[in-house]
């Protein structure tokens, strides 16, 4: 027994499975870290299974190539890793990463011998329900689903797969498996918790856990260097499909006369090498790639931003992009190309405008208007850290989920 507030509970032992985890710099690895944080808090024992760190440029990470089995220690949580395959480049390479990792991850659950009291997935990607119901079954452990885009409904959004293809009637059919089996299931955004719903699962079974700022310092300098005279427009995170990154350089366009202008383009992803060639063979000189940087410096560059741009493809309507939260966080001014629930957000947090998704010249005129007018920025700017830190801590958040896990664990 280990005392926890003034009583004792039985430790728990929880595999968190996860395609993502520190240090690849993105959303998905910034929630599970959090989430395996507060359990280990509230006196869990904590094994994370996931990948050597591949995401988001398609390759090893240096420290980690040659590498097929790995044990680490993240703070409180112990980190297993196993043999991934990385290869951005070659066709079908993304599927391949993804598969590599939930068999390596099947594997080393199910040959486990000391038992986990709870099984926990991340999701997506949806491959990773093999390992999920394998390891729920071969422990006899209750099993929790954390959902932060559901498939197949945001793959036909994006045009991806059709409705009513194979694809799409196999991986549904796999997700309401998953959804059975959970104990708890645990969407990020209302809109999702909706859509799982409407498969049928009792809404007994769906916690919304949303995601919201963490609690970390921007760098104390800048990680590239300001330009006398000139304001820049920042864009911070993944470079994926969902994200619609070619309305930015649209509106990059509009404004490439306007030399006290530039846009920082911060992140990587699969969509990142397209757009580098967009910008290069339109000349768009106002445009800067700077790759991926460390968080602490990614918030620097928001921080000293005029302000950032935050696009999702039109069709995208349940997305809450944690940029948001950081934006919101250090005060920066917003700029929304987006519908759904992020636009919802950013109106009722005050701390930035919404244009329409997909309308570059929308976006350009929404950019002038923040530049143009310093009172509508400040307002904008005072706005935002008192809205998130009351609406969404995601240290709080995580703190309920974790006292909610002990319940189920207990039982």
């Not at 003034?6 to 595999?15: D, E, T």
């Not at 690895?29 to 440029?57: D, I, K």
């Not at 001014?333 to 950013?346: D, Q, T, W, Y």
């Not at 307002?379 to 969404?392: C, D, I, L, M």
């Amino acid at each position: 027994m280990r005392p926890l507030h003034g009583y004792s509970v039985a430790v728990s032992r929880i595999a968190l499975v996860s395609q993502f985890f520190a240090p690849e710099p993105c959303a998905a690895a910034n929630r599970v870290a959090a989430m395996a944080q507060a359990l280990a808090a509230a006196g869990h024992e904590v094994r994370v299974y996931t990948g050597m760190p591949s995401f988001p440029q398609g390759e090893i990470q240096t420290a980690y190539r040659g590498r097929g089995h790995l044990v680490e220690v993240s703070g409180d949580v112990t980190v297993e890793r196993v043999w991934t395959y990385a290869g951005r480049a070659l066709p079908g390479g993304r599927i391949l990463n993804w598969l590599s990792v939930a068999a390596g991850i099947a594997l080393r659950m199910a040959t486990e011998r000391e038992r986990y009291d709870l099984v926990i997935v991340s999701s997506p990607p949806i491959t990773l329900a093999a390992p999920a119901l394998l390891g729920a079954f071969a422990h006899r452990a209750p099993l929790i689903v954390d959902i932060r885009d559901v498939f197949p409904d945001v793959a036909v959004k994006m045009g991806a797969w059709a409705a009513d293809s194979t694809l799409a009637r196999v991986v549904g059919r796999v997700a309401d498996a998953l959804y059975a089996r959970a104990t708890l299931i645990t969407p990020v955004t209302e809109t999702a918790a909706a859509e799982i719903a409407a498969r049928g699962v009792p809404a007994a079974k769906i916690a919304l856990t949303p995601n919201g700022f963490d609690a970390i310092e921007a760098s104390d300098r800048p990680p590239y260097d300001a330009l006398p005279g000139v304001r820049d427009i920042v864009y911070v995170g993944n470079m994926g499909l969902a994200t619609g990154l070619d309305v930015v350089l649209d509106a990059a366009a509009a404004l490439r006369a306007e030399a006290s202008i530039r846009f920082m383009m911060i992140g990587d992803g699969a969509d990142a090498n397209r757009l580098r060639a967009r910008a290069r063979d339109e000349a768009l000189t106002n445009v800067v790639f700077t790759g991926p940087l460390p968080r602490p410096d990614a918030l620097r560059a928001m921080t000293d931003a005029a302000l950032t741009v935050v696009p999702l493809v039109a069709t995208i309507a349940d997305s809450l992009p944690t940029k948001l939260f950081d934006a919101m966080l250090v005060g920066t001014p917003i700029v929304l190309s987006a519908a759904g629930e992020a636009k919802r957000l950013v109106e009722r947090s005050g701390a930035g405008l919404t244009v329409e998704p997909g309308d570059g010249a929308a976006l350009a005129a929404g950019i002038r208007r923040v530049l143009d007018d310093p009172a509508l920025a400040a307002g904008y700017r005072a706005s935002g850290p008192a809205f998130v830190r009351a609406n969404y801590d995601r240290g709080a958040e995580m703190a309920r989920l974790a006292e909610r896990l002990r319940e189920i664990t207990s039982r």
